[in-house]
């Protein structure tokens, strides 16, 4: 009809649940690529297409919506370690299958991988929260070794250990990480195979039983 305005196509409203993770997901990219500390949250929520207020309403400070990226990034490689190992039949099947998770996760996702590896400095209290985040995600994998019955979790000493054994094992995958972004060519495959002959002489000390 002439005159009628010419309408666009009806942009559909995201539910709460559909904003949120929109927000997640433009945040990871912000702070893998800007880093803690650049990232702002006035440029988050103008990539996710909303306002500051709408940002807010959702994460309270900036330090809140990093520590929700930590967890969740956290709990999402937990739960893939975890679903490898049970793919396994042999401890040292089990762990090669968790360590190559990991790396998997950081091929896939590098963003959320840089995320979960990156500590941010100068704000105390964030660095607390990310930092016990990531003593849980090490008393998690010790407890994924110690329910597959094949360690001696029973000893104070012997379950400090293996405490001590998976911090050390987890950094240096962080580590690991960190480095293969600035060497893009080395395939996975080696990167779990350097771990697994760093690691599994110490674990297998630590075993209860030779599988």
Do not use: C
Not at 140 to 159: F, K
Not at 167 to 192: C, N, Q, S, Y
């Amino acid at each position: 009809m002439m005159g009628e305005a010419i309408k666009g196509p009806k942009r559909s409203r995201l539910s709460g649940d559909e904003r949120r993770r929109r927000l997640l997901d433009v945040a990871t990219d912000a702070f893998a690529r800007n880093g803690y500390q650049a990232a702002s949250m006035r440029e988050i929520a103008a990539a996710a297409g909303v306002t500051k207020p709408v940002l807010y309403d959702h994460f309270p400070s900036k330090e809140a919506l990093f520590i929700e990226l930590v967890r969740r990034a956290r709990d999402d490689l937990v739960a893939r370690g975890a679903a490898a190992m049970a793919t396994a039949d042999s401890l040292d099947r089990r762990l090669r299958a968790a360590v190559d998770a990991f790396f998997l996760f950081a091929e896939e996702q590098p963003a959320r991988a840089r995320v979960l590896i990156s500590t941010p400095k100068g704000v105390p209290e964030l660095h607390e929260a990310v930092t016990a985040i990531q003593d849980e995600a090490t008393r998690a994998l010790a407890a994924l070794l110690i329910a597959e019955h094949d360690l001696l979790p029973e000893a104070p000493d012997r379950s400090q250990r293996l405490l001590l054994t998976m911090e050390f094992l987890k950094a240096g995958m962080h580590g690991l990480a960190e480095w293969w972004v600035r060497h893009p060519d080395v395939p996975r495959a080696i990167l779990t195979e350097t771990v697994l002959t760093a690691a599994w002489s110490g674990l297998r000390n630590q075993m209860r039983k030779e599988n």
